[in-house]
């Protein structure tokens, strides 16, 4: 089943919309402007409650943008329409609701009836929300009206959200604010905590850093000196095959001495041979 569904939505995240309706097998279609509708599809005007919009726009500077009356200006054009289009609080929407709406706009007052839930914001968010709509005159009472619209709660089968206000009030209440400065404090602590041990981790991966230099040093020293011995070896080696030559040659050079020596003897006595015929011949 392929319908496209024309979302508008300004200011908004629009994510979790387009999901649900992904997730029905639906197609999406977010709009930049109104102007990029097409009258044969399905329109969807989404919106959410104020807490929301402190994130859905980006840095607050100082405050977000207010976009109900945008969307509360185009209603009229689009009541004088023939075009299927209703409002879909992001805040608090049913998907079911929805997808059956979105498939046959006709036949949604028939689907059962859906309590509202809408979420209890952070103590700081709902303080801040708070803040703005005293700030922003206006914003709240734009909410409200587009709750209150037959096209937004009614389809929805549920109360709309006249307790916007009041939920935030409740939730920015002292008690509320203590809980979260309570918690922001363990949180601090949590986060000293943390600290110290990455500090302890990295003093310990340092410690850990020098052991590994000095077992490699020692390491290179210990290869360094089997080297050293290995090479002593080699010259020590050496020195016992040139001792055996040595030897060798003094062996042979003390042969020839008693060759010679004999030879020596030989001589002397063949010239004291010679010298007695040499006598004899001289007195005969």
Known sequence: MNVPVQIWGPGFRLEPLCDALRAAHLTPEPLAGLEQR????????AYAEPVDLLGAQGPADPWPADPYRSLLAALPALEAGGQPWRLVNLSCFCPAQLVGWCVEPEGALLSPE?????????????????????????????????????RSAVLDRRPADQACLERLEAAAGPEALAGARRRWQALEADLARADE??????RLQCDNQ????RALNLELEGNRRDARIAELEARCADLELSLQLAQEDLGQLSRRIGLLE???????????????????????
């Open 210 to 213: 020098g052991l590994r230099e």
């Open 38 to 45: 097409r009258g044969d599809r399905p329109l969807l005007l």
């Open 197 to 202: 041990q990455l500090r302890e981790l990295h």
């Open 262 to 284: 004999e030879l020596v003897t030989a001589g002397a006595s063949a010239a004291r041979s010679v010298q007695g015929a040499l006598a004899r011949a001289l007195t005969s």
């Open 114 to 150: 859906v309590s509202g839930a809408f979420r209890i914001p952070e103590p700081l968010d709902a303080l801040l929300t708070r803040q703005w709509l005293n700030a922003a005159p206006g914003v709240l009472e734009a909410y409200l009206t587009l709750e209150g619209h037959s």
